[in-house]
């Protein structure tokens, strides 16, 4: 028995997604800002990977930043839509994302969880380093209310 779930699809869980609080100002966007706002200039084009409903696109936008968000899960993109009106979005599983290099920074919190094994994860950071600039950044970490890493 595995107690671990890496079942993707948010799709009936996005209604009660958007109304949990993350404190995502509070307790996300401080550690964003020591590992990678302080290196980018306001203005810098943001992607979001696995951004959910938006929320830390929203604090994004209001500090400045150009932002994209992408997500396989069109519901939770609906509510993202909303909550972050100024982003664009992109509809896409990162695992079969190609775009050019255009991103500033990437960024992506408790999503790698999902890529189970070498392959995915190849073909992830494959496509993540196909989207970024020259001397882009590139932060993924994994938070709960008690742990980051
Ligand atoms: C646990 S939630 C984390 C959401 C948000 N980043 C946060 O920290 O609150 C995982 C998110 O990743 C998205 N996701 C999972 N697998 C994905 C994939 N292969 N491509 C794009 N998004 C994916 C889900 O739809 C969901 O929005």
């Known amino acids: 028995?595995?107690?671990?779930?890496?079942?993707?699809?948010?799709s009936p869980i996005a209604s009660v997604y958007n109304l949990i609080p993350f404190y995502t100002e509070e307790?996300?966007?401080p550690v964003l800002e020591q590992l990678m706002l302080k290196h980018l200039p306001k203005g810098a084009h943001?992607?979001?990977?696995?951004?959910?409903?938006?929320?830390?696109l929203?604090?994004?936008?209001?500090?400045?930043?150009?932002?994209?968000?992408?997500?396989v899960c069109e519901e939770l993109l609906r509510f993202a839509r909303?909550?972050?009106?100024?982003?664009?979005?992109?509809?896409s599983d990162i695992r079969k994302f190609?775009?050019?290099?255009?991103?500033?920074?990437?960024?992506?919190?408790?999503v790698f969880s999902f890529f189970l094994?070498?392959?995915?994860?190849?073909?992830?950071?494959?496509?993540?380093?196909?989207a970024m600039r020259d001397n882009a950044l590139f932060e993924?970490?994994?938070y709960s209310s008690n742990e980051c890493t």
């Not at 943001?46 to 830390?56: F, H, K, W």
């Not at 094994?117 to 196909?130: A, K, P, S």
């Open 46 to 56: 943001i992607l979001d990977i696995g951004c959910s409903n938006g929320q830390v």
């Open 27 to 29: 307790l996300v966007m």
């Open 140 to 142: 993924t970490f994994a």
């Open 1 to 10: 028995m595995s107690l671990v779930n890496n079942d993707a699809n948010h």
């Open 58 to 71: 929203q604090q994004l936008q209001i500090r400045g930043y150009q932002t994209t968000g992408l997500d």
């Open 82 to 91: 909303i909550n972050s009106p100024e982003s664009k979005f992109i509809l």
């Open 98 to 110: 190609q775009s050019p290099p255009i991103y500033d920074a990437v960024y992506s919190k408790n």
């Open 117 to 130: 094994n070498l392959e995915e994860l190849t073909t992830v950071f494959q496509n993540v380093m196909g």
